[in-house]
């Protein structure tokens, strides 16, 4: 496999007057048994090349799962009288859902025990559970393919039994009514698995006279249904990269007309909960780090939107919850989360005080309005993820559980900071990152792991791994990179990251590797990159732009053949992100992703070492992309340096199912990247 594939017919494609040839477009094909024969010689390769690390990668793979506590349950929270948690048993893979009758004193109920339904097969994953507000029936969605698409199962509660119907085909999405035996669940389009239809299914009858009531025409658009935190209200939410369009229904009445919150429009994005006589809206309208209005349940729409948190020019708001007496917001400043209390009586509100450097804090999961107590999480690069429990009144703050890292772990042997490299623009882009304090030398010589993800405004927050203390114990530094096109400094800097400005993203990656170099955390000979999916185009265009920055890289299931699938509207996610990438059938789009598409760019020159890994199933990123990608650098790198592609032939995007067997995957990784700095144990 270190030299090129037998070419096939070259596939021709055109657009705005300017031809590509694809000579590895027969990939795509997966019915082609050409093709999976490639994918298993591919497989086959890896193996060969890194047999050398088989026992170390199985040394690996019995530290990190030594480090997770086996027979390990959640915090239980208390909804609907009963108080509910999930737990894992010694060896068991998947997750158990129990719950509890009004005390945690009483015998404990088993509701769905996921080890039992997904024995003897090779991938299994329970999206979630919903129970009907009667408490009587189970809804649980299961995927064995790991494409995301799931069939609906139902289990009466009381006698335990698993109904016979079943609602195939459906995206996972789904809430109950409360008559106790309605069901409200989201479609997908089998072919653009495009989130595009709601149906209404009642128990008891055929699953396929469950009855249409919304489809979403726009193509841009998917659309997803949610109950209300007070259960009162039932949400249908369409949605696009820059739009937002709301109905609701009140859960009581299922059979009942849908009523519009605000029809949709461009560049205005809304999401809604219900508190007595308001719908509470967050909401960029006017607004671009978004604000927090209510409007009365009489008349919902925009002209009757009253501003309750007004709009700050240094402060996203991200989220927020409603209690009885207070008002929560959890809001991000200059990259890092904050959580803000405000009392409904006007008076003072106050916020939680963190002192870490870098770290991450999130509401947690608070399904009751009486109380005064908030749950809330936090974890940092040193400190494992905690849950806390914050009364609102005397603000005493109590530990309910932290993660335990099995055999011992000391935060203070390791030390976390945050550091800012200058883009090539003069903007400066935050780095988070962690070493252990005993190994870690500023003389340049330490192997340093860049990770960074940088699209969709999804912000890469500074977050614990127990299974990163392999890499850390070892010599590593770990560093994220906060580069444009996540939302960790405000919503302009996702602006900055996307559409026509995208190649910030790479710029800004380019700049905090060449700042961690300078300032001597690392050296290109011992810096490595990795990112996955949007993450793995990064990852295709670093190495493109600046090959001799990095020693080796790591592209999971990347997105790396642009704008041949953004030109493909018959494959999932196309259209659903024209307002994130652009759409190419546009010259101006065209043309600039064709400047920065990784498979595109593909030129004859030297490469880092590089492991790709992808999922025969994916939804998200489609197979051939990394194996085309793979293929083209093949026929057309000059260098002697590794080339790796590892398929999993049983999984999608978020690779193998169950807590532990994704740990096989993590430890091939880092097993690649100590056979490049020659950190593989001797045998024997």
Not at 63 to 71: L, N, T
Not at 340 to 347: A, L, Q, V
Request: hydrophobic share 35%.
């Amino acid at each position: 496999m270190n030299s090129p594939i037998a070419p096939k017919k070259p596939e021709i494609l055109e657009a705005h007057g300017h031809r590509r040839i694809d000579n590895y477009y027969w990939m795509r094909d997966r019915e082609n048994p050409d093709v999976i024969q490639y994918l298993k010689d591919e497989n086959a390769y890896l193996k060969e090349v890194m047999k050398d690390t088989e026992e170390f990668q199985k040394d690996l793979f019995d530290e990190m799962k030594g480090r997770i506590k086996e027979d390990d349950e959640s915090v239980p929270y208390f909804k609907s009288g009963y108080y509910w948690y999930v737990r894992y048993r010694q060896g068991g893979e998947y997750p158990i859902y129990c719950r509890k009758k009004d005390s945690l004193e009483n015998q404990e109920e088993i509701i769905l025990d996921v080890n039992e339904l997904a024995d003897g097969k090779a991938y299994f994953h329970v999206a979630g559970i919903a129970v009907s507000s009667d408490q009587k029936m189970l809804a649980f969605p299961v995927d064995e393919v790991g494409r995301r698409i799931y069939t609906i199962h139902f289990k009466n509660l009381e006698t335990g039994e698993i109904l016979p119907e079943k609602i195939e085909q459906i995206t996972g999405n789904m809430a109950w009514a409360t008559d106790h035996y309605t069901l409200f669940y989201a479609k997908q389009n089998p072919d653009t698995l495009r989130s595009n239809q709601i149906f209404r299914y009642e128990l008891g009858t055929k699953p396929e006279n469950s009855e249409l009531i919304f489809e979403e025409l726009d193509e841009e658009f998917t659309c997803h249904v949610h109950k209300s935190k007070s259960q009162d209200y039932l949400f249908i939410h369409s949605e696009s990269t820059i739009s937002s369009e709301i109905r609701y229904l009140e859960a009581k009445n299922p059979n009942g007309k849908w009523n519009l919150i605000q029809s949709r429009v461009p560049h205005l994005e809304y999401a809604v909960d219900h508190y007595e006589e308001h719908f509470w809206i967050r909401t960029n309208h006017q607004a671009q780090n978004f604000k927090v209005v209510k409007a009365p349940i009489s008349n919902p729409s925009l002209e009757y939107w009253e501003d309750f948190i007004p709009h700050r020019d240094q402060v996203l708001i991200e989220d927020f919850d409603l209690f009885e007496s207070f008002f929560v917001s959890q809001e991000r400043s200059n990259g890092l989360t904050r959580i803000f209390i405000k009392p409904w009586d006007g008076s003072a509100g106050h916020e939680l005080e963190f002192e870490e450097e870098t770290y991450t804090a999130w509401i947690g999961n608070n399904p009751e309005f009486k109380t005064e107590i908030l749950r809330f999480g936090y974890n940092s690069l040193v400190s494992p993820p905690s849950t806390f429990e914050y009364h609102m009144v005397t603000r005493k703050r109590t530990l309910l559980k932290q993660q335990e890292v099995v055999g011992g772990y000391q935060e203070s042997d390791y030390q976390s900071a945050k550091i800012w490299a200058k883009a090539e623009d003069g903007v400066m882009i935050p780095v988070s990152l962690v070493y252990k304090k005993s190994l870690f030398k500023p003389d340049g010589n330490n192997p340093l792991l860049l990770y960074a993800y940088g699209s969709y405004g999804f912000s890469m927050d500074a977050y614990f791994s127990s299974s990163r203390l392999s890499l850390l114990d070892r010599g590593f530094v770990y560093a994220i990179a906060h580069i444009r096109g996540g939302e960790d400094l405000g919503r302009n800097w996702y602006e900055d990251g996307k559409l026509l400005k995208k190649k910030n993203t790479f710029l800004d990656f380019i700049a905090c590797a060449n700042h961690l170099i300078k300032e001597k955390y690392t050296s290109p000979s011992h810096l490595y990159a990795m990112g996955g999916s949007a993450g793995g185009l990064l990852m295709g265009a670093v190495i493109n732009m600046s090959p001799e920055l990095f020693n080796g890289a790591i592209a999971a299931v990347p997105f790396v053949d642009v704008v041949t699938t953004m030109l493909d509207e018959t494959i999932p996610l196309t259209t659903g992100e024209f307002k994130e990438w652009g759409n190419p059938k546009e010259k101006d789009y065209y043309d600039y992703m064709l400047s920065y598409s990784p498979y595109d760019n593909v030129e004859t020159k030297s490469y880092p070492n590089l492991l790709v890994t992808s999922g025969l199933h994916d939804s998200q990123v489609q197979y051939w992309e990394p194996t085309k990608w793979v293929a083209k650098l093949r026929e057309l790198k000059s260098d002697q340096n590794l080339l790796l592609l590892h398929t999993n032939m049983e999984a999608g995007h978020g690779g193998a199912s169950g807590r532990f067997n994704a740990l096989k995957e993590i430890a091939l990784e880092y097993a690649f990247l100590f056979k490049l700095e020659n950190m593989i144990p001797k045998k024997g």
